[in-house]
């Protein structure tokens, strides 16, 4: 397992954006298959986002497909989830996670290794 440690949550009014950080304790194959999800209360654990990022392979959600992207910096062993056109049923929790063996994948259960988590609030 490895450690996550995200960033980059806050509030926004609907239409703006925000870009969220994960940057992992190492880059082994452990980390190699990330994931953005989140969970809005009373709701549960959606998919957002994977990549694998030895190949730059991605797959986002179809509710955020043309607004989220997810990247990586290798160099920097982050992975980012730029979030434009932002609406308010985006607001929840976003969680960072990693150590998927079928990348990208968007089962939360096949991750090994989760970040504490980051609000993203958007008002309307």
């Known amino acids: 397992q490895v450690q996550l440690v995200e960033s980059g949550g806050g509030s926004v009014q609907a239409g703006g954006s925000l870009r969220l950080s994960c940057t992992a304790s190492?880059?082994?194959?452990?980390?190699?298959?990330m994931g953005w999800f989140r969970q809005a209360p009373g709701k549960g654990r959606e998919a957002v986002a994977s990549?694998?990022?030895?190949?730059?392979?991605?797959r986002h959600a179809d509710s955020v497909q043309g607004r989220f992207i997810i990247s990586t910096d290798n160099a920097k062993n982050t992975v980012y989830l730029q979030m434009n056109s932002l609406k308010p049923e985006d607001t929840a929790i976003y969680y960072c996670?990693?150590?998927?063996?079928?990348?990208?994948?968007?089962?939360?259960?096949?991750?090994?290794?989760w970040g504490q988590g980051t609000q993203v609030t958007v008002s309307s």
């Open positions: 996670a990693a150590g998927a063996r079928s990348c990208p994948s968007s089962k939360p259960n096949e991750y090994n290794s």
């Open positions: 190492e880059y082994t194959s452990s980390s190699d298959c």
């Open positions: 990549i694998y990022r030895s190949f730059g392979v991605t």
